[in-house]
């Protein structure tokens, strides 16, 4: 549980005729990652060596043509198929992707033809009514042989400019309709003066109203055949998009059974591509958990009996070449994202994923101990992790994180009793923060002290794990560092405590001695791992670094200890909070009146919005930086097994 799965590396000779089908099922098995063999044929590779690299294009080709066409028919990819598609020919696609293209071509042109034709008459009738009182046949004025006519619409502002512009131009400014801002008007004049008229008009900002060939009789006669023809032209676009939802709903499947196999295909092609080669087979190399090595053998032979199989399980820890398979159960698995954001541990390091799970709900709850505000971000994280939501489907990896500490902060909430702030509902079952405020600040530095040495001890388990013995005895966070530690807190606590059960004389002698071995580190580590030579960077400097390094250790200790005194002031925080919520609404209004229970209300979506955010925050700030520090170095490599069809993350 508390460490990532073993690894071993498999190497596959694999037969050219059979590279397909093992390589389909070593997809297919889900368990193997696939590493470089460092071997590419050079001048033996066969001919057949580029025809993959060759295929990848063409595969993506079809597949953005086959996204073109479901794009068109408003077909989706669907979820992705729960069997891995076998490869298919780039010559068979094609000839289906152009059916396809052909079946859709028509009713899009029509639907696009109708909708572009719908839009001109209906730009046509909204001119049209600018001018639908004026009673005068619309085909007289377009065609008048000597006279200059130009109708439209212009700022009413601009009216006496224009007028004025043309006071030597022989022509008449005749007003139509005339609203708050906006005027419908008819210029007119003589053919000869049609161009300066014009300029006028565009410099005084008219809108010259577009007289069609097609308009016949006055406006309203002209809009009224319009109107007929939007009303055909919205009956073809009804029909041309039932087609298309009949093509669609007949090509549905197909169309993402098409996509999935030509993505797959792909995938294929690329991975081939990246196999060492010799003349007539191929070389596989790969990393899978150990405990999955049985059932992928078998897969393979059932691809092919002619497949050399080499497997090698390394014992190397911390190499950062193998990749890291985390396990965890489900319920702490929700946890293991707050680890990898941290880092991923290295190959044999252990996993902190269950610590976390196990003190980030403790320290969340602690600060936010309230059985009220707890039972929101239960129902919320449970909702988030249901992801019946579907805009809030991307928070879904932090639902059950949420509810789980939404659990931790009403256990707490029963212990402190605080519901919603109030503090006369229920008796606490332990204390209220708010009492008994130095009690609750000296408990959550005893819990720091216990957080810290336990950091210690999963540190010098992963010594012990790389075999690093020296940096387990001797490291500043290994045993001597420990033993350090604890004499350090032993005559502290002496002094506040009457009959401490270890003497003065017996904390000072171990905090000498750890002390010593601690400043001495470096020597006695490379001392005991046989590292040569024993200091680096000379004596003089290794001798002016050590008070600095004891000196910068001890407050090391001092300020990591009492960071966690923050958790004890969060949670007076928190009671202090719904305190004042109460005095805001007793100033508001009388308690049980509506303003009271508004302020309330407000209050407590403060808290539980505001407040939760920070204590989250500060929650993951103990665990990276004084918890996680003390035994994670992280940069493990991420286990990403080989699949043809990409499915959801880790």
């Given at each position: ?76 990819e669907g979820p992705p198929p729960a069997e891995t598609p076998h490869l298919i020919e780039p010559d068979v696609v094609r000839i289906d992707v152009d059916r396809l293209e052909h079946e859709t071509q028509m ?382 807190l032993g005559l502290v606590a002496g002094g506040f405590v009457d009959q401490f059960p270890i003497g003065a004389s017996t904390l000072t002698a171990l ?140």
């Open positions: 549980m508390f460490r990532s799965q073993i690894m071993s590396r498999v190497e596959l000779i694999v037969p050219e005729h059979d590279i397909v089908a093992v390589t389909e099922a070593l997809a297919a098995s889900g368990v193997f990652q696939l590493t470089q063999t460092g071997h590419t044929g050079g001048e033996r590779a066969p001919r057949y060596a580029g025809d993959w690299q060759d295929r990848v294009p063409v595969f993506a080709e079809l597949e953005q043509r086959i996204q073109a066409v479901m794009a068109d028919l408003g077909v989706d009713p899009l042109r029509d639907l696009k033809e109708e909708q572009g034709r719908l839009d001109q008459l209906q730009r046509q009738v909204k001119q049209l009514r600018t001018i639908i009182d004026l009673e005068v046949d619309l085909e007289s004025v377009r065609d008048m042989r000597y006279t200059f006519a130009l109708m439209g619409t212009m700022p009413v502002t601009n009216l006496e400019r224009l007028r004025t512009s043309l006071e030597i131009v022989p022509s008449a400014l005749v007003t139509l309709r005339r609203e708050e801002h906006l005027a419908t008007v008819v210029l007119f004049g003589t053919r000869r003066d049609a161009e300066i008229l014009t300029r006028a008009a565009r410099s005084a900002y008219l809108n010259p109203l577009q007289l069609s060939e097609s308009f016949r009789g006055t406006p309203a006669e002209a809009i009224e055949a319009l109107e007929a023809g939007v009303e055909r032209a919205r009956q073809r676009i009804e029909e041309a998009q039932a087609a298309i939802d009949r093509l669609s709903d007949l090509r549905r499947e197909h169309l993402r059974h098409l996509l999935w196999r030509v993505r797959a295909s792909r995938t294929l092609a690329e991975t081939i591509a990246r196999y060492g080669r010799l003349r007539y087979t191929y070389l596989v190399a790969g990393w899978v958990p150990t405990a999955k090595l049985s059932p992928l053998e078998q897969e393979v032979r059932q691809a092919s009996d002619k497949v050399l199989i080499e497997v090698e399980t390394p014992h190397r820890r911390g190499d950062e070449s193998i990749p890291v398979a985390l396990k965890n159960p489900p319920i702490i698995r929700a946890f293991q994202g707050l680890v990898t954001t941290y880092g991923r541990p290295q190959y044999g390091e252990i996993d902190p994923t269950p610590m976390i799970a196990l003190t980030f709900p403790l320290i969340f709850g602690i600060m936010f101990g309230d059985v009220g505000h707890g039972l929101v971000l239960l129902l919320a994280g449970l909702l988030l992790a249901s992801r019946r939501v579907r805009s809030l489907r991307g928070l879904a990896g932090i639902g059950a994180v949420l509810a789980v500490c939404g659990a931790a902060s009403m256990i707490f909430g029963v212990l402190f009793g605080s519901v919603f702030g109030y503090e006369e509902l229920i008796d606490p079952l332990w204390l209220r923060p708010l009492a008994k405020i130095m009690d609750v600040l000296l408990v959550t530095v005893g819990m720091g002290a216990v957080l810290l040495s336990a950091g210690m001890i999963l540190n010098m388990i992963n010594a012990a794990l790389a075999r690093r013995w020296g940096q387990l005895i001797f490291g500043h966070n290994g045993l001597a560092g420990l033993l350090l530690y604890w004499s350090l905090a000498l001695v750890s002390g010593t071995a601690v400043i001495f580190s470096e020597v006695l580590e490379n001392l005991v791992e046989g590292h040569r030579p024993l200091v680096h960077g000379g004596l003089g400097s290794y001798l002016v670094q050590l008070p600095i390094e004891l000196f910068e250790m001890l407050i090391g200790f001092l300020s990591n200890t009492l960071s966690y005194v923050r958790i004890g002031a969060f949670a007076v925080a928190h009671g202090t909070l719904g305190v004042v919520i109460f005095i805001i609404a007793g100033i508001i209004g009388t308690e049980g009146s509506i303003g009271y229970w508004i302020v309330v209300l407000l209050g407590n979506l403060f808290i539980i919005g505001f407040e939760g955010m920070i204590v989250g925050i500060q929650t993951l700030r103990l665990e990276y930086y004084e918890f996680f520090s003390k035994f994670f170095s992280g940069g493990g490599a991420r286990y990403r097994p080989l699949t043809l069809i990409s499915r959801e993350e880790e």
